[in-house]
């Protein structure tokens, strides 16, 4: 999955015309459609439950309203994790509408980890507009982001299913993995290496957890045994990993006009990100000058002021070490072992291609 393109304002995928296709099926936009269409009006419902002025500041932060309070159609995200709580839902024989409360549930989860990551990380942008703290301040920023984590379980335990518990407790487990995956990232920020593994550990954490969640939510709530869940689980950790190695790769090769983020965004922000881990690991010249930059770069008291042509020559250090190709190849085996684990259970072979599509997408996608 390697470029042979640029280092700016490119694809971080080769030509492949086979995987291209997948990525133009109206199947997949129509999946990623139908979850945002299902999930949205239960979740605005949910918002909307919020004091003022926390239920506009999220309504911003999704995309609903512009930074003045006029309506909006701001780009609200891919839509992943909800179409894969209604594709899970259909995999334990339930009707797609059974995952929708557990769909809700996980994009509230993702959405406080959003709100609670631009501000922690410095971000300014998200989805080509400024970030919720840049608005409207850091306080509120971390009130709404709190307000979505706990609106996420009672959206579950309304219901008042055994089910739903069970959910409930899936959901907990996994918000507490992302959270360590956070805690994680941002000390390996200060670490002048980390290993390969660590790095891995850190994502399958950050967000293998809740799209593992979000692939077995649906089927918990269509009333599937542990196993199912737990093998619908092994699939979405994996498809995590894979969607992370991708979102790695274009935080620092990615456009920014297709990421909203700004060029070099994890070099900026010293991110020991997999391509930049797997090119320390690498060994050789481009790989000992990057340590020896990096390591300067954490006594700088100039970093911030670094030009783009210095964040330039350390991705191209990145990429002579071989970081880029290796994350690209990871992605790849992340995606075939996903692939793979759905071979565990037996469900509808619509929903296998479909959940194989999603997967597909994620792996190739351009921004």
């Given at each position: 999955?390697?470029?042979?393109?640029?280092?700016?304002?490119?694809?971080?995928?080769?030509?492949?015309?086979?995987?291209?296709?997948?990525?133009?099926?109206?199947?997949?936009?129509?999946?990623?459609?139908?979850?945002?269409?299902?999930?949205?009006?239960?979740?605005?419902?949910?918002?909307?439950?919020?004091?003022?002025?926390?239920?506009?500041?999220?309504?911003?932060?999704?995309?609903?309203?512009?930074?003045?309070?006029?309506?909006?159609?701001?780009?609200?995200g891919?839509?992943?994790?909800?179409?894969?709580a209604?594709?899970?839902?259909?995999?334990?024989?339930?009707p797609?509408?059974?995952?929708?409360?557990?769909?809700?549930?996980?994009?509230l989860?993702?959405?406080?980890?959003?709100?609670?990551?631009d501000?922690?990380?410095g971000?300014?942008?998200?989805?080509?507009?400024?970030?919720?703290?840049?608005?409207?301040?850091?306080?509120?920023?971390?009130?709404?982001?709190?307000?979505?984590?706990?609106?996420?379980?009672?959206?579950?335990?309304?219901?008042?299913?055994?089910?739903?518990?069970?959910?409930?407790r899936?959901?907990?487990?996994?918000?507490?993995?992302?959270?360590?995956?956070?805690?994680?990232?941002?000390?390996?920020?200060?670490?002048?290496r980390?290993?390969?593994?660590?790095?891995?550990?850190?994502?399958?954490?950050?967000?293998?957890?809740?799209?593992?969640?979000?692939?077995?939510?649906?089927?918990?709530?269509?009333?599937?045994?542990?196993?199912?869940?737990?093998?619908?689980?092994?699939?979405?950790?994996?498809?995590?990993?894979?969607?992370?190695?991708?979102?790695?790769?274009?935080?620092?090769?990615?456009?920014?006009?297709?990421?909203?983020?700004?060029?070099?965004?994890?070099?900026?922000?010293?991110?020991k990100?997999?391509?930049?881990?797997?090119?320390?690991?690498?060994?050789?010249?481009?790989?000992?000058?990057?340590?020896?930059?990096?390591?300067?770069?954490?006594?700088?008291?100039?970093?911030?002021?670094?030009?783009?042509?210095?964040f330039?020559?350390?991705?191209?250090?990145?990429?002579?070490?071989?970081?880029?190709?290796?994350?690209?190849?990871?992605?790849?085996?992340?995606?075939?072992?996903?692939?793979?684990?759905?071979?565990?259970v037996?469900?509808?072979?619509?929903?296998?291609?479909?959940?194989?599509?999603?997967?597909?997408?994620?792996?190739?996608?351009?921004?």
């Amino acid at each position: 999955m390697s470029s042979t393109t640029g280092t700016r304002g490119e694809s971080v995928t080769p030509a492949n015309p086979a995987y291209d296709t997948v990525v133009e099926t109206t199947d997949v936009t129509a999946l990623l459609e139908r979850g945002r269409a299902l999930s949205a009006p239960v979740l605005r419902a949910a918002v909307a439950r919020l004091a003022p002025p926390m239920d506009t500041v999220a309504a911003y932060h999704f995309g609903w309203i512009d930074a003045q309070g006029r309506p909006a159609d701001g780009d609200g995200g891919k839509a992943v994790r909800p179409a894969l709580a209604l594709l899970s839902a259909e995999a334990a024989g339930a009707p797609a509408e059974a995952g929708i409360p557990g769909a809700v549930a996980v994009e509230l989860v993702h959405n406080f980890s959003l709100l609670h990551d631009d501000l922690m990380d410095g971000d300014e942008q998200r989805r080509h507009r400024d970030t919720v703290w840049k608005v409207h301040g850091p306080a509120q920023a971390i009130l709404v982001g709190d307000a979505l984590f706990a609106l996420a379980n009672e959206i579950l335990l309304e219901l008042g299913t055994v089910e739903a518990g069970r959910a409930a407790r899936r959901l907990t487990t996994a918000s507490r993995k992302l959270i360590d995956g956070q805690a994680q990232d941002i000390s390996y920020e200060h670490r002048e290496r980390v290993t390969v593994e660590e790095c891995l550990e850190m994502e399958g954490n950050k967000t293998g957890a809740l799209l593992a969640c979000a692939v077995s939510i649906g089927a918990v709530l269509g009333g599937a045994d542990d196993r199912t869940a737990d093998t619908l689980e092994a699939y979405g950790y994996h498809l995590g990993l894979a969607f992370q190695a991708v979102d790695d790769l274009l935080g620092i090769w990615g456009d920014p006009e297709s990421t909203g983020k700004q060029t070099w965004s994890d070099l900026r922000q010293r991110k020991k990100s997999l391509p930049v881990v797997a090119a320390l690991a690498a060994g050789g010249p481009a790989s000992e000058r990057l340590g020896e930059l990096l390591a300067a770069d954490a006594k700088s008291s100039d970093f911030d002021s670094f030009s783009e042509e210095e964040f330039a020559a350390r991705a191209a250090l990145i990429e002579e070490a071989g970081g880029r190709e290796w994350t690209a190849q990871e992605a790849r085996r992340q995606h075939a072992v996903a692939i793979e684990a759905l071979h565990g259970v037996d469900m509808p072979e619509r929903v296998r291609a479909q959940l194989t599509e999603l997967a597909d997408f994620v792996v190739v996608r351009k921004r």
